[in-house]
């Protein structure tokens, strides 16, 4: 089960822990849900995996009654770092204007309205690509995006700005490519995703301190107040340009730990784990059809 939601709590509530093994990886978002939370019967979960120690720290204070049988943190939801890499030398311009990148649903948690604010207290020589699609309902009011785009206006911005809806992945890969740093103004996060992935890219991350940030990310460009973001922008504008082609290239190791497919080998070596009758229960079959099932 992925999402500690719906229906888990039907599954949890039907399967005992010697009916099927019942594994269950949950993110950051599980935690605005504690009454429900409490309502589960986390003594059926084999094994609850967490994407980052803070989250998991978080989500166990609401466990009621008998915890999981098997707590694991993976240290982040992964990142394919096949897929997500620097381009080709050039690809970075060498030259202002520095473009910001902020992407994800546009919420009021992303704060991507603070975003713009901040940036009209910026030198002209950074801009902003603002990066995503409204959120689902119940993230957020829906006039959010609205707010952003009046900001703008009112701000006189739109020269500094370039704003699209969600892209395809190779589209977004070749934004980061050519954007200098990535920032994640967030209240609460997980792990915050399109960090890695645009660190991978090369890009340096202005990171708000959220909870977890600096076991995730590098705790030198976490920024507590705006003034302190402006200092990091202008730490970054003054290096040269060998200084910021280095710090550029040095950034996609800072995030190699977080690589998907070792996670993935990791999660698959922890579901499986030892295949027996007493480890999986009723459903242990020696027959193919059990193995299909595991390759499924």
Request: net charge negative; with cysteine.
């Amino acid at each position: 089960m992925d999402w500690a939601q719906v229906p888990l709590d039907v599954v949890l509530q039907q399967w005992g822990p010697n009916d099927c093994p019942v594994i269950v990886r949950a993110h950051r978002i599980e935690m605005y849900n504690r009454e429900f939370i409490k309502t589960l019967p986390w003594g059926n979960v084999a094994c609850l995996l967490f994407i980052a120690k803070h989250v998991q720290d978080r989500f166990l204070e609401a466990i009621q009654g008998e915890p999981p049988q098997r707590v694991v943190n993976v240290g982040h939801v992964g990142v394919d770092t096949a897929f997500w890499t620097p381009g080709e030398p050039g690809t970075r311009p060498a030259e202002p204007p520095w473009r910001i990148v902020i992407a994800g649903s546009v919420t009021p948690k992303k704060r991507q309205y603070t975003v713009v604010q901040m940036l009209a207290d910026l030198p002209e020589a950074f801009h902003l690509d603002l990066i995503g699609n409204l959120g689902m309902p119940g993230y957020g009011n829906a006039e959010y995006g609205e707010n952003i785009t009046d900001l703008v206006r009112e701000l006189g911005l739109e020269e500094r700005m370039q704003a699209s809806g969600a892209l395809s992945r190779e589209d977004l890969r070749e934004r980061l490519r050519q954007a200098h740093l990535v920032i994640s103004a967030s209240n609460e996060e997980g792990c915050a995703t399109i960090v890695a992935e645009a660190m991978a890219c090369g890009c340096v991350p202005l990171l708000n301190c959220w909870r977890g940030v600096r076991d995730l990310y590098p705790p030198e460009w976490v920024w507590q107040t705006p003034k302190e973001l402006y200092g990091l922008c202008e730490l970054y504008a003054a290096q040269g340009a060998a200084d910021r082609e280095r710090l550029h290239a040095g950034m996609p190791e800072k995030v190699a730990r977080f690589d998907a497919a070792t996670i993935a080998r990791q999660v698959c070596d922890i579901i499986t784990g030892p295949i027996d009758a007493a480890s999986v229960g009723r459903w242990y079959d020696e027959d193919a059809q059990f193995n299909h099932l595991l390759e499924q």
